[in-house]
């Protein structure tokens, strides 16, 4: 029997060639990852313009002939302008906040934006009286409200991050204490309003694309467009920012400045969507959580369109089926938050820790 002599040099060459082949720097696994996700987005984006188009003409009550069927659809049209923008603005500012914070559970919602929200309109009521609040409506008033969660949200950043302290995990714990505290606040205002105050308030107090006034869009596309377009360019670098502190660090990174710039956008973001709808707390975390299994990828540039797909589908199929097959026009976004909570505790139960 012959006797092949053992080579070291030769085993070590393949072992790490086969290694090669299996490692890659793409941002899909294979190519059938790959053209899943497109095949996937593309049916997305299409259900979604198919919801838009039942909401804009399904049990249209004025005929297409009448003089009165081009207001109807406006009408509908600015609604439907109101799901796009919260749509944008809660899937992008959420995956974000999350590569960030290196936490897939806590939501930009449960560090304060709309319980400052909530416990600005309800000072409102509580200091000057329901006409008050009726009347603060128009451009001024949103302007008003994008502004204040904008400057507080700053204050906590730049107090928490740029500080002494520097430490993000902090900032998410004060943030959530803070929350929590102004929810507090709040429910004891209401608590002392009369009943037909407490009911004009409440109307405001629920998420609805009702609550979006047209005066709102001339101040809020502009806006929204400018953060996701500098988000989508800062993709690459929350590539880098997910990895980890350390990891960011070594590869010639600033995590904290570059952590500051992504918050702002996203306390922007969260801010313009609150201010034009109202509350919608779990609705970011559904549409970030299913973003992740929809897209398996590290890569922000896909992460994002197709976290705007699913965001901007729920929105419009949601008020689909509920307007026009179920007649319940009022519990849409009790629906979409229910939903967005029992996944919030599948996934909490699941990972065991926040």
């Keep these: 029997m012959k006797v092949i002599p053992y080579d070291s040099n030769i085993n070590i060459e393949n072992n790490t060639g086969l290694m090669n082949k299996n490692r890659t720097a793409k941002a899909f696994r294979s190519k059938k990852e790959e053209r899943r996700y497109w095949i996937l987005l593309i049916t997305l984006f299409l259900l979604g313009i198919l919801a838009s188009y039942g909401l804009l003409v399904y049990k249209n009550p004025v005929p297409v002939d009448s003089p009165s069927f081009i207001p ?34 806590i939501t930009p919602s449960l560090l304060g934006f709309e319980a400052l ?33 904008v400057v507080m949200c700053l204050i906590l950043y730049g107090w928490l991050l740029a500080g002494k302290y520097g430490n993000l995990q902090l900032m998410l714990l004060v943030g959530v204490i803070m929350g929590t505290g102004l929810k507090s606040l709040s429910s004891f205002m209401r608590r002392v309003l009369s009943p037909s105050e407490f009911d004009i308030l409440q109307a405001r107090l629920f998420g609805s694309v009702n609550n979006a006034d047209p005066e709102y869009f001339p101040i809020a596309i502009p806006i929204v467009i400018i953060a996701a377009i500098l988000l989508l360019a800062f993709s690459k670098k929350l590539n880098v920012i997910s990895l980890g502190k350390d990891t960011a660090t070594s590869l010639g990174m600033n995590p904290r400045s570059s952590v500051i710039y992504a918050l702002i ?39 994002f369109p197709m976290a705007l797909a699913i965001g901007f589908l729920v929105l419009t199929g949601s008020y689909f089926f509920m307007y026009h097959i179920f007649n319940a026009q009022g519990v849409v976004s009790v629906i979409i938050e229910m939903f967005g909570g029992i996944t919030f505790l599948i996934v909490v139960l699941r990972k065991g820790t926040l």
């Design 265 to 303: 956008l996203v306390s922007i973001l969260m801010s313009v969507s609150t201010a034009l709808v109202g509350p919608l707390t779990f609705y970011g975390f559904l549409v970030a959580t299913l973003s992740y299994q929809a897209a398996p990828t590290y890569d922000h540039k896909y992460i």
């Design 72 to 105: 109807v659809v406006k009408r509908r049209m600015y609604a439907l302008l109101a799901m796009l923008i919260s749509a944008i603005c809660q899937s992008l500012s959420t995956v974000t906040f999350h590569s960030i914070t290196n936490n897939k559970i």
């Design 117 to 149: 929200y909530s416990t600005i309109q309800t000072a409102t009521v509580f200091f000057f009286g329901a006409s008050t609040l009726i009347k603060l409506t128009g451009a001024k008033s949103f302007v008003f409200q994008v502004i204040i969660m």
